[in-house]
């Protein structure tokens, strides 16, 4: 596939920092960033300032590499999606070949700068999550099955455990549990932006699960995943990571977010449709406080702790 067949009517422009940074995701570098951070500053090993912040650093470089070569081979979907035709490879910004070789030399440049500054486990940890983005996911899982998100969502669950591993150098059960809540909360999370996106990934060919299934399926898959999302949530709370604090805002946080489930669960398309999809919206919407929630109670928990006044 050429660059030419990707987007022919768009003529090439001169691309600025601005759109080499996009190639980076940084909306989804940030998430990346946050638990990587909370997954540091949550383990029991204290880290020194620089090495923290060198590892964060190049986890953030790693994550960004994945989002270049994510772009790079999702280019013909990419230019046939109305929320990514702006990208800057269908805009013309960027070429294919431009965003492969970004994407790769980025890659190793953050997994071994992150090996060195942290340990090899936390490097090669990082490298098997650029891995499983890159190929798993965007070569193969999505392109083939309507469970791309559930499996494929393991990629952006991992950043919080390469964090803990930047300070102990391996994974606990505090770190698994940090990783399962991320992977639990992606289907719900893209299952509710697929409802109100109408056709986007059906013109693009991609088997999501609306487009293979059904919406009303959809509907039913997002209620039970956030129902087995909220035990993982709530469970952490009597972890080593969680504590009170944490505990309430995981309880309100589910209470709301089971209540929204049900109320797509109880809608169907006509509804929907005529109120522009409110409360699909809505869902989404909460979906995107979720996480950073959770994970910012997890850092208070982890910030009180040295005083005595964290955990339980």
């Given amino acids: 596939m050429s660059d030419a067949s990707i987007n022919t009517s768009v003529q090439p422009q001169e691309a600025g920092f601005g759109d080499y940074f996009a190639l980076l995701k940084p909306r989804v570098m940030s ?6 951070m909370v997954g540091l500053l949550a383990a029991p090993v204290a880290v020194h300032p620089m090495v923290a912040f060198a590892s964060i650093l190049f986890i953030a470089v790693g994550g960004g590499a994945s989002g270049a070569l994510n772009m790079w081979w999702d280019a013909d979907i990419d230019a046939v999606m ?53 190929v798993i996911y965007t070569m193969w899982l999505k392109r083939w099955t309507p469970q791309n998100i559930v499996i494929g969502g393991a990629a952006g669950a991992f950043p919080p455990m390469i964090g803990w591993a930047v300070a102990t150098g391996g994974v606990s059960v505090e770190s698994v549990l940090m990783f399962t809540l991320t992977f639990m909360w992606t289907p719900p999370h893209f299952w509710a932006l697929c409802l ?117």
């Fill in 82 to 134: 109305k929320r990514t035709q702006s990208r800057p490879i269908p805009a013309g910004k960027v070429t294919r070949d431009e965003a492969f070789a970004i994407g790769i030399t980025l890659s190793v440049f953050a997994c071994v700068m992150l090996a060195l500054a942290a340990n090899i486990f936390a490097g090669a940890l990082l490298a098997f999550t650029i891995f499983f983005y890159v």
């Fill in 196 to 312: 109100f996106m109408k056709s986007d990934y059906k013109d693009a060919g991609v088997p999501m699960l609306h487009v293979t299934n059904g919406r009303r399926s959809t509907r039913n898959h997002i209620l039970v995943y956030t129902v087995l999302l909220a035990i993982v949530a709530v469970g952490m709370a009597f972890t080593g990571v969680g504590g009170p604090i944490y505990l309430a805002v995981a309880l309100i946080l589910n209470g709301l977010f089971i209540a929204g489930a049900i109320s797509i669960w109880c809608r169907n398309e006509d509804v929907s449709e005529a109120d522009g999809y409110k409360r699909e919206k809505s869902f989404f919407g909460l979906s995107l406080l979720y996480l950073f929630l959770h994970f910012g109670a997890i850092l208070v928990e982890a910030t009180l702790a040295p005083y005595g006044l964290g955990g339980w």
């Fill in 31 to 36: 998430l990346v960033v946050f638990t990587a």
